[in-house]
Structure formats: C-alpha cells, structure tokens
C-alpha cells in the first residue's frame, strides 16, 4: 500500500513559478515509478510527467517540456514537480500517483495509487 498526498498549489499569475510535492507513506514508494497529472475542469485528467524509481528516466507532456521539471527524493519519499512560466490553461487539479511496478508510463490506467489533488490556479 502506498498513500500519497500532495501539497505546493495555490493561486499564481501568469509567469510565476510554482512547486508541488507530493510525500508518500508505504515501504514500496522507493522501487515505485511516479508520476503526476492534472484535470482541467470540464476536461479529462491528462498526463503531465513520469519518473522511474531511481529518478534517472523522466517522461514529459510534450507541450509542457522545457516548463516542468519532475524530480523524486527517496530519502524523503516525496515527488515534486517544478512548474515555471505558468500560463491560464495550467489551471486545474494536480494528481499525484504512484505504480506497483518499476516502468514508467504516462497511462493513467498504469498507476495503482492516487493522492486526493491539490488545486492550481493561474490567474492575474
């Protein structure tokens, strides 16, 4: 069992940065691939980044590459993700999740864990 539950989100204008972490309790989260994903209301819940369990693959949206930096501290049990240069269309609920296998992917379906969201809110 891993429980998960993410933190760092807030109201921001547009340019500023912002980081979400993401702590994790459960004796498997350091052989567990992460990831995060966000929903936009109104919209489905998309993938926004992956990390292996060692931290060394990271998998990114491709419209958010160069924007978003995921990184994971095992000794911590925390997942961040680094936003910059936020725009409006980043506004929603970011979604912290974690799988009982080691590959990364950026299938929702492929994450067994879920923590409850934390909002975002791009806004000037």
């Known amino acids: 069992q891993v429980q998960l539950v993410e933190s760092g989100g807030g109201l921001v204008q547009p340019g500023e940065s912002l980081r979400l972490s993401c702590a994790a309790s459960?004796?498997?989260?350091?052989?567990?691939?992460m990831g995060w994903f966000r929903q936009a209301p109104g919209k489905e819940r998309e993938f926004v980044a992956t990390?292996?369990?060692?931290?060394?693959?990271?998998i990114y949206a491709e419209s958010l590459k160069g924007r978003f930096t995921m990184s994971r501290d095992n000794a911590k049990a925390t997942v961040y993700l680094r936003m910059n240069s936020l725009k409006p269309e980043d506004t929603g609920v970011y979604y912290c999740a974690a799988t009982t296998g080691v590959s990364v992917t950026s299938r929702a379906s492929g994450y067994d864990y879920w923590g409850p969201g934390t909002q975002v809110t791009v806004s000037s």
């Open positions: 990390i292996s369990w060692s931290g060394s693959n990271t």
């Open positions: 459960g004796r498997t989260f350091t052989t567990s691939a």
